[in-house]
């Protein structure tokens, strides 16, 4: 039985329509169940990706996010922290030093870091001492200073930055991913949104 032409492209269309809608539903389902999310990729990241050093730290975190205290955070893993009594994250290291002999003033704009010490504190042995550095979410707004200070060599690398789920409106197009200039925000798969192993959508 022949098929005419016009039947032939009226088939085809009808048919990626549906596909389309299938795909669609397919995503939306996928990301209700918490299995697309939008994470920053620390390798590509201007503020955390090593050799980046010199340089001003990208804000587009805090600039371009659409909910109005950016949903990314600087988060501190502190099994990689060395718990410096000097930390590059905490103090600007270019302020004068004080009478304790520390940096005068602090790093973060928003003072969303808190120092607390380990143990006993040493007062004849200041650089002996090791300190607990807790970022404050609640103050944190992703500006991305504290990341770029501790990267190597001066840190450690153990603060990055996170889209926090929990604030994120889960954007069909996230603003801060349109954008970053290095292609760092980017849709990831994951059992949950919580869980640490992220795996991009495209692999």
């Excluded at 005068?104 to 001492?129: F, Y």
């Excluded at 103050?139 to 153990?158: Q, T």
Aim: hydrophobic content about 35%.
């Amino acid at each position: 039985m022949s098929v005419s032409r016009r039947k032939l492209i009226d088939g085809l269309v009808r048919g990626a329509a549906i596909a389309g809608v299938a795909g669609t539903a397919g995503y939306l389902v996928n990301k209700a169940e918490g299995q697309v999310v939008w994470q920053i990729d620390g390798a590509k990241c201007l503020n955390s990706r090593a050799g980046e050093v010199g340089v001003k730290a990208c804000d587009l975190c805090v600039k371009e996010c659409v909910v109005t205290h950016s949903a990314v955070r600087a988060v501190n893993e502190f099994s990689k922290c060395g718990r410096c009594s000097i930390c590059p994250a905490y103090f600007d290291v270019k302020s004068a030093v004080g009478p304790d002999g520390l940096p005068s003033q602090k790093l973060c704009p928003r003072d969303a870091i808190t120092r607390k010490p380990i143990g006993e504190v040493d007062p004849s042995d200041p650089a002996n001492n090791f300190y607990e550095y807790v970022i404050d979410e609640g103050k944190c707004d992703g500006c991305g200073k504290c990341v770029m200070a501790c990267k190597e060599p001066a840190g450690l690398g153990s603060i990055r930055l996170k889209v926090r789920h929990d604030l994120c409106v889960n954007c069909n197009s996230c603003a801060i991913s349109i954008a970053c200039p290095k292609d760092a925000v980017a849709q990831w798969k994951t059992d949950k949104a919580v869980n640490q192993q992220w795996q991009p959508v495209s692999e």
